[in-house]
């Protein structure tokens, strides 16, 4: 009679978890007094911009050692591990000896849901923190949602599955419900009848917060909200080369500029480099250049010259320096980064009556050409400030209800392509798109480094 030979196996005791959860990995039927290694697979996810365009989310392999460990005489292996802060969903763990696969299995990371504090009076800030969110096609996108009312969406590709935002608390005084729900263009709300469904991954999350009594807690104003202004990294070498003391800055910030190892006692053009175009029309964008300012360098070649951030679109600069009135000479430049603030906001009307909201230094890329606007954790609609070279002029109505209200504004992907692990092939009929929501994880927002703006508006009086 022949005997079966005893495959190894590898199991875990949960089978699943979120993020911090204990686990014990069993092995059995493995080489008795061997090392060995537990090998998790994940993906090195991020998103893919190139030259004011977006191509969805790259995620090569990616793998780390969770536990080591040496099997006994009997061939078994116990090895304990915590569910590392990653994407959610399946992957793929590994027993490993000498880089030789001996046993694998899948284990399930589930997302989880979390807010602090949980209760407080109406405008308090509430972090909300989701573990487990996943980076392929029907994984990465979960819907916040505010008593029934859609806020954004909870990304988390470049912050390795874990999305934290924070939404002020609105509404009436009393209980308020938060849920998460999963679905690549809108919240999928029968997950469980779906092809993709996978048993481990719950189909909705919720956390409930207690509006109390007491006097509202108001944000910052919109200039403390303005991101604050970076270095330049810019030093200056034998070469002409220029510097600036600040790297970036909203419209009409100060800057300074100087340069070195120019010719000496030359005039020098400074230009202002720029994109003119618009992604409605077919016409597409170019760049041109605007003049900035004249210097003359002194006897070392040396210069220094003071200017107000122009009034432009959003985005990288380039701030370019060469010879005065000389065609096709050398050049020097250096880049600047233009960053978006409120320089308008109406703070009180009558309800319904016309408010404004003024924004500039929007972008011309499509992840950074749009703002998006929520109205009491309620998503409004979105405004493009490339036509007009970054100025966002947005009136819309107070509501009509008398009190505080809070109006965010979340930078969001205007369009682009949606590629990436478990997309649809391009040209196919099935319907995902991420583009055009408020993108409430903004640390995870792809190519510029954008704000978001939190507003409160003071409604009273008579209609």
Known sequence: MLLAALVAALTF????????????????????????????????????????????????????????????????????????EDFGYIHDVELQANGTVAANQGFTVVPRLTISPSSGPLGTPVTVTMTGIGYRFYQ?????????????????????GTARVTIPATGTIGMHTLQALEGPTAPYLNEAQS??????????????????????R???????????????????TAAPSLSTNFGSGPVGSPVTLKGRAFAPATKIALDWETVVGDDITGRGW???????????????????????????????????????????????STTYDLVP??????????????????????????????????????????????????????????????????????????????????????GSDVNGSYFLLPMLNVADHPGEKLPAFHLALRVEGNE
Not at 66 to 80: F, V, Y
Not at 200 to 207: D, G, K, M, N, R
Not at 220 to 230: C, E, F, L, N, T
Not at 384 to 406: E, L, V, Y
Request: charged content about 10%; overall charge neutral; proline content about 9%.
């Open 13 to 84: 005791a949960p089978v699943a978890g979120s993020v911090g959860t204990p686990i014990v990995a069993h092995a059995s039927h493995v080489a008795p007094n061997t090392a060995y290694a537990l090998v998790w697979h994940t993906g090195r996810a991020h998103w893919q911009v190139a030259e004011g365009k977006f191509f969805g989310i790259a995620a090569p392999d990616a793998s780390r050692t969770l536990a080591r460990g040496t099997s006994n005489a009997s061939g078994t292996l116990d090895l304990r591990f915590t569910v590392p």
């Open 140 to 160: 990465a996108v979960w819907h916040l949602m505010y008593d029934g009312a859609q806020t954004g969406w909870l990304s988390a590709i470049t912050t390795h």
């Open 195 to 216: 092809p993709n469904y996978q048993p481990f991954i719950p189909t909705v999350l919720a956390q409930r917060f207690r509006v109390t009594p007491g006097a509202p």
């Open 218 to 236: 108001l944000p910052d104003s919109a200039i403390a909200q303005s991101p604050p202004r970076a270095g330049d990294p810019s030093t200056f």
């Open 286 to 332: 170019t760049l041109q250049r605007r003049p900035l300012a004249t210097a003359t360098s002194d006897r070392s070649g040396a210069f220094t010259i003071r200017f107000r951030t122009p009034d432009d679109l959003g985005g990288d600069h380039h701030i370019i320096a060469h010879a005065s009135g000389v065609a096709n000479g050398p050049e020097t």
């Open 341 to 426: 603030s409120i320089v308008g906001f109406t703070p009180s009307a009558r309800p319904g009556a016309l408010i404004t909201i003024h924004v500039k230094g929007g972008g011309w890329s499509e992840t950074g050409n749009i703002y998006t606007v929520v109205v009491d954790n309620a998503y409004f609609g979105y405004a493009c400030g490339f036509n007009t070279q970054g100025d966002i002029m947005m009136k819309i109505h107070a509501p009509g209800q008398s009190g505080w209200h809070f109006i965010d504004l979340y930078p969001a992907i205007y369009n682009g392509k949606i590629q990436g692990p478990g997309s649809p092939p391009q």
